[in-house]
């Protein structure tokens, strides 16, 4: 079996959730792999000594030029450390996606993205699990990984224990790294979002409102129902994208995070990016006219049901009720 | 500027409700509403935007069959200059590599500054932008939100993060950027639009006229192949609420109560 390595994301020196994903998900595709994980940074001795609990050895590559993560050039530097044919995982996430393409171009490898499950492998195929058409639809994916494969994780799929008492040693790469000076591609700065005039992660009650309102003319509907429970209106990201709500008012991975009592989702398919916004476990009421949205999978209580009907109904009824 | 967009037919998702067919071998397929990807077009509205302050010309490119057609007219007729159809019996069940190096062929045959895709289309892989950037070996920018033309070497582009936020970078030219919905606001393309460029010429490669081997693309080079589609169990899902409206709306305002959900 291929040597596997996950490449670990950490921020003010702890290594990030994915971390312990990663490892459970390098435990479905070989139950007796030591897997290597990977840190780049700058001062991240603290990250790597908390990773060897789980992982058998951790590679540091450490350098001021490395205090962003450039993916341009961090891909170079891997391809200059990597084993040709391992398997190398990261997540799904923003960083994620900016590196892992190209790098199993360059490695020569396949990669598989957004990858949910792995069901196992079988000589020198892997079997996966994707969804395509925004969570609609799920399929099974087969991966020749004769020649190494990318694989990038979706970030809480993969949940699980990882693995304990690892007892694994960091060893310095920074040397085998290449030049790591920035170079095509230059990293200035990160525009933090602007807060809106409502904070929805404050918020106990939210009324989140999808592309099923069809229309901006339509969003008084939703701000009267807010207001009769006395929440606050959020939404998922096409609303955001047709600029009718600011995007202080998005809740998803690229959007806010929120921790409310009730979420009430209305006209939202519920996309993995969406519900990853949404923590600390609220009720979840969706009202959705297709029956098969996944909004219902993931929700406590649904309604089939055209919102642009339903919405002023339930706001009148609330009205009556108190 | 010399623009290159690479554009998809996908099932429109806002029109279609997805079913996984009855063998589980492909989604049904007969009903479909299809369009550009949403992605696409908002980077062809972008392309247009830029060669509009700073001259030079947009090209839309598709791998698919004669169908895709349509979107490639769809997107001439909201600006862009030209399309170029790569089309053959070989590129079926290509995987993403597979569409990549197609595309790598076709970037080839012209001289481009800037070369765009959407971040993602309906598989959800995100993966062609990347993969055609390595194998042109140019620079690349994932999820861009943002781009300003600094000059005819470089630009500034702003890519979307965790948390809404924007990492800012600059970029040589030429180089390779997906690009994330929300960008701009693509402009309407009316049936009108559609008519004044229904029969200007499409040039059609295949895997001949881009000199491709035969292992390199479609199913023969794939090493990520797609076995079914089916419907996940996730769990034990929502309690569906039935009967009346009436009712319905009275079990559901007692539920948002005894949560908090009405103050």
């Keep these: ?55 058998k050895e951790v590679w540091k590559i450490d350098n ?5 993560p450039n993916a341009e050039v961090i891909r170079r530097a891997l391809v200059s450390i990597l084993p040709p044919d391992c398997i190398f995982l990261a997540p799904h996430d923003t960083f994620g996606m900016d590196l892992c393409p190209g790098l199993s171009i360059k490695l020569d490898s396949p990669q598989i993205s957004d990858v949910v499950d792995i069901e196992g492998s079988e000589g020198n195929t892997l079997k996966v699990v994707r969804q395509e058409f925004s969570g609609m639809a799920s399929t099974h994916v087969n991966c020749d990984i004769s020649n190494g494969a990318v694989i990038n994780i979706r970030p809480g799929s993969f949940q699980g224990e990882g693995v304990k008492g690892a007892g694994g040693q960091v ?11 920035e170079s095509s591609r230059r990293y200035l700065e990160v525009v933090v979002a602007e807060v809106g005039d409502v904070d929805i992660t404050k918020s106990e009650i939210l009324v989140s409102v999808g592309r099923g309102i069809e229309d901006q003319d339509n969003l008084e509907i939703i701000h009267e129902l807010a207001e009769a429970m006395g929440g606050d209106v959020s939404c998922s990201r096409p609303i955001v994208d047709a600029k009718w709500l600011e995007k202080s008012r998005q809740v998803g991975t690229s959007g806010q995070t929120v921790k409310p009592k009730v979420y009430l989702a209305l006209g939202i398919s519920g996309s993995f990016q969406h519900m990853g916004g949404i923590k600390g476990s609220p009720f979840i009421a969706a009202v959705n006219k297709n029956p098969k949205a996944p909004i219902f999978q993931l929700a406590d209580v649904g309604v089939v049901a055209d919102i642009l009907e339903f919405v002023p109904e339930l706001t009148e009824k609330i009205g009556e009720s108190k | 500027m010399e623009i290159l967009v690479c554009v998809k037919r996908v099932p429109d998702s806002s029109e279609n409700e997805i079913e996984v067919n009855k063998d589980g071998s492909d989604i049904e397929r007969d009903d479909l509403v299809y369009s550009v990807n949403e992605w696409d077009n908002y980077a062809v ?24 057609e349509e979107v490639l007219r769809r997107e001439m007729a909201m600006g862009a200059d030209s399309g170029v159809l790569l089309s053959d019996d070989a590129f079926e069940g290509s995987d993403g590599k597979g569409v990549a190096t197609i595309l ?38 994932s999820l861009v939100n943002k781009i300003e033309v600094i000059d005819d070497k470089k630009i500034k582009v702003g890519r979307e993060i965790e948390g809404g936020n924007q990492e800012m970078s600059e970029i040589d030219l030429p180089c390779v950027l997906s690009i994330q919905t929300g960008i701009n606001e693509p402009r309407y393309v009316g049936i009108r639009g559609i008519r004044k460029v229904a029969s200007v010429e499409i040039p059609t490669y295949g895997s001949s006229d881009l000199g491709l081997a035969a292992d390199a693309v479609g199913a023969a080079g794939a090493k990520v192949k797609r076995l079914d589609y089916f419907v996940p169990e996730m769990g034990e899902g929502a309690e569906m609420l039935e009967g009346s409206n009436e009712e319905i709306m009275e079990k559901l305002i007692e539920l948002l109560k005894a949560k908090g959900g009405i103050k």
């Design chain 1, 1 to 55: 079996m291929a040597q596997i390595f996950a490449y670990i994301v950490h921020k003010e020196g702890t290594p990030d959730d994915t971390a312990v994903e990663l490892r459970e998900a390098a435990k479905k595709i070989d139950s007796n792999a030591d897997v290597t994980a990977i840190v780049f940074g700058s001062g991240v001795d603290a990250v790597c000594n908390q990773l060897t609990e789980s992982y």
């Design chain 1, 64 to 68: 001021a030029g490395l205090a962003y």
């Design chain 1, 171 to 181: 060893v310095d790469k920074t040397g085998d790294a290449g030049d790591i000076s």
């Design chain 2, 45 to 68: 509205e972008e392309a247009i935007q830029i060669r509009d302050n700073v001259g030079g010309s947009v090209t839309v490119v598709t791998v698919g069959d004669d169908e895709s």
């Design chain 2, 104 to 141: 790598k062929a076709a970037v080839e045959k012209g001289k481009y500054d800037l070369i765009m895709t959407g971040a993602q289309a309906d598989d959800g892989a995100a993966q062609v932008g990347g993969m055609l950037a390595s194998m042109l070996d140019l620079p690349y920018a």
